[in-house]
C-alpha cells in the first residue's frame, strides 16, 4: 500500500488548510486511516484516526479545531485544519491500517509526510 499525501505548506495562525492523503496498491481492506505529526525535537504524535465504519477519534489538542474525513471509494483520508495555532507546526503523517490482497493480515502503512508550517 503507498500512501500519497498532500496539502501541507505555510499557514497564518487562524487560517485553515486541508491535508489529503491516498492510499493505492492492491489493496483488500483499510480498517483506520489517520493522521500523525512530529514536531521538531519531539515525538511522533496522534492527531485524529478515521475508522472504515466513520467512527473518529482526535487528540485533545485538536479537537473542535481539526476534521477528519474519509472517501472511502477513492481511498483517502483528510484533514481539515481550522484556526491552527504555531504550535500545530510539524511534519504530518499519514497512516492506514490495512491489508493487501497478498497478505495474510492487516499492517500499518506510513506516507512519506508533509510539512505544515503555522506562521503566527
Known amino acids: 500500500v503507498q500512501l500519497q499525501a498532500s496539502g501541507g505548506g505555510l499557514v497564518l495562525a487562524g487560517g485553515s488548510l486541508r491535508l489529503s492523503c491516498a492510499a493505492s496498491?492492491?489493496?483488500?481492506?483499510?480498517?483506520?486511516m489517520g493522521w500523525y505529526r512530529q514536531a521538531p525535537g519531539k515525538q511522533r504524535e496522534l492527531v485524529a484516526t478515521?475508522?472504515?465504519?466513520?467512527?473518529?477519534n482526535y487528540a485533545d489538542s485538536v479537537k473542535g479545531r481539526f476534521t477528519i474525513s474519509r472517501d472511502n471509494a477513492k481511498n483517502t483520508v483528510y484533514l481539515q485544519m481550522l484556526s491552527p495555532k504555531p504550535e500545530d507546526t510539524a511534519v504530518y503523517y499519514c497512516?492506514?491500517?490495512?491489508?493487501?490482497?497478498?497478505?495474510?493480515?492487516?499492517?500499518?502503512?506510513w506516507g512519506q509526510g508533509t510539512l505544515v508550517t503555522v506562521s503566527s
Open positions: 496498491g492492491n489493496i483488500f481492506r483499510i480498517h483506520e
Open positions: 478515521v475508522m472504515s465504519g466513520g467512527s473518529t
Open positions: 497512516n492506514a491500517y490495512a491489508r493487501t490482497y497478498y497478505d495474510s493480515s492487516s499492517r500499518n502503512y
